[in-house]
């Protein structure tokens, strides 16, 4: 098992349940995230970074196969518009590498966290730990609690 790290202790101290997956760091795609660890595609997550015009950052849990809809998003918050943080921006905001930015081990540093209203119709999904090659497996309502994420559309039907 991987060494505990910052998203495993918040969730031990939190008595929440979780499954620990590792695979290559060499994988950055939520398809070769599902592939290597066996879970079906539409049941990894992943965590995007993302600007509003104030310059305050979000973070934005989508299902790996979809989407994310910025216009939604925006929406859904009450934002005129927002931007994807470019890689560079992403990895300096968070302090964490694209490809393992996780809103578990983000949890004290002041994001607002929103989650795609997809994973209502999921028991468990399974997001980054907070290192690439890390992934973590918990109940919905686990992650929700251990974030403070709210549910927003913030995906559009369109895969990819």
């Not at 620990?20 to 599902?34: K, L, M, P, Q, R």
């Not at 934005?60 to 939604?72: C, D, F, N, T, Y």
């Not at 081990?105 to 028991?123: E, K, T, Y």
Request: hydrophobic fraction near 45%; glycine fraction near 8%.
């Amino acid at each position: 098992m991987a060494r505990k790290i910052n998203s495993m202790r918040l969730l031990d101290a939190s008595k929440i349940p979780y499954e620990v997956y590792t695979f290559s760091t060499d994988i950055h795609s939520a398809s070769g995230v599902a592939a290597a660890i066996g879970q079906p595609l539409d049941h990894v997550y992943k965590t995007l970074v993302v600007m509003r015009l104030n310059g305050k950052s979000l973070l934005a849990i989508v299902p790996g196969h979809r989407k994310a809809s910025l216009k939604h998003l925006a929406q859904a918050i009450g934002e005129k518009r927002l931007h994807m943080a470019t890689q560079m921006e992403a990895e300096s905001l968070t302090g964490l590498q694209v490809g393992g930015i996780s809103a578990l081990a983000l949890v004290n540093r002041g994001f607002d966290v929103f989650l795609d209203r997809s994973a209502l119709d999921l028991d468990r999904i399974v997001v980054s730990a907070g290192r690439r090659g890390i992934n973590l497996r918990l109940r919905v309502e686990d992650l929700v609690r251990a974030t403070g994420a709210t549910f927003v559309e913030a995906t559009s039907s369109e895969e990819g």
